[in-house]
């Protein structure tokens, strides 16, 4: 039964279609992710760590954007699932957590204590395989109270299911500003590099990346509905047209100075 329920899941919350809203059980009705783009993820929330530590959401903020994922440990299927998506796309990422970004995973589930936590953070940390990653990723637990103070923030309803002991919830990811305002949302459980890249670079304010980054930002825009970037038609051509004005511009003084030096010769 429990496996039935997560198969459910995650076909109904990742693909989202309208047909399996509709026909979604009343557990799942009220679940989903909805975009509070612009507004303030609230960082004075106390959570414990993975040491047990009590602390702020602000101490993870400040100075670089975050990922923001919310999950709990011990969920048998789509959690473990936004967690590896998560590992897929950081991997090939060359920004570094603790460095260029903060990674804050927080469980929904009040009844998990920080050792789960340690446990979990222990087992990604290994499969993540980055140098350093120990000091930007960070697992943590909290009341429920907290707990409904966050997700309600971020746009994030889930639901308790007595019958399954489980969590119905929506698979996505957040990306906050180094100040806590909300500025990106991707869907699903597999996530492109290229996307969260340009949205922590966005996030950061081009504090982070290269110049070819500002050039990419340029030729794609941000989709809400979707959660991804897509290509900019518009300013596509506009960079085409200036690099074939460009082109021409070199063709044309290269040429005028090869006839004069042609004409120069005796």
Not at 8 to 26: C, D, E, I, Y
Not at 27 to 33: K, P, R
Request: hydrophobic share 45%.
């Amino acid at each position: 039964m429990k496996r039935w329920w997560s198969i459910f899941l995650v076909s109904l919350l990742v693909t989202g279609s309208a047909r399996a809203q509709t026909n979604a059980p009343a557990a799942l009705q009220d679940v989903g992710i909805d975009q509070r783009l612009g507004e303030l993820v609230p960082l004075e929330l106390t959570f414990r760590d993975e040491e047990g530590r009590a602390v702020k959401l602000e101490q993870y903020f400040g100075q670089r954007p975050v990922v923001i994922a919310l999950v709990y440990y011990e969920c048998p299927m789509l959690c473990t699932l936004i967690l590896n998506g998560m590992v897929k796309a950081f991997r090939p990422l060359t920004f570094n957590p603790g460095q260029e970004f903060e990674i804050v995973t927080v469980s929904i589930d009040p009844r998990e204590k920080p050792a789960l936590a340690a446990d979990k953070k222990k087992g990604y940390l290994r499969e993540y395989s980055r140098r350093g990653a120990e000091t930007g990723w960070h697992f943590l637990t909290g009341d429920d109270e907290a707990i409904q103070k966050l997700a309600a923030a971020v746009g994030y309803r889930y639901k308790y299911d007595a019958a399954s002991d489980q969590y119905a919830h929506a698979a996505g990811i957040m990306v906050a500003t180094p100040q806590g305002k909300l500025a990106r949302y991707f869907y699903g459980i597999e996530y492109s590099t290229r996307d969260i890249r340009l949205g922590l670079v966005e996030a950061a304010e081009g504090k982070i990346g290269s110049p070819v980054d500002q050039i990419l930002l340029y030729c794609f825009h941000y989709d809400p509905v979707s959660g991804s970037y897509g290509v900019a038609i518009l300013r596509v051509l506009r960079v085409a047209g200036l690099l074939t004005v460009a082109a021409l511009a070199a063709f044309i003084v290269v040429m005028v100075r090869r006839d004069r030096r042609r004409k120069a010769q005796p």
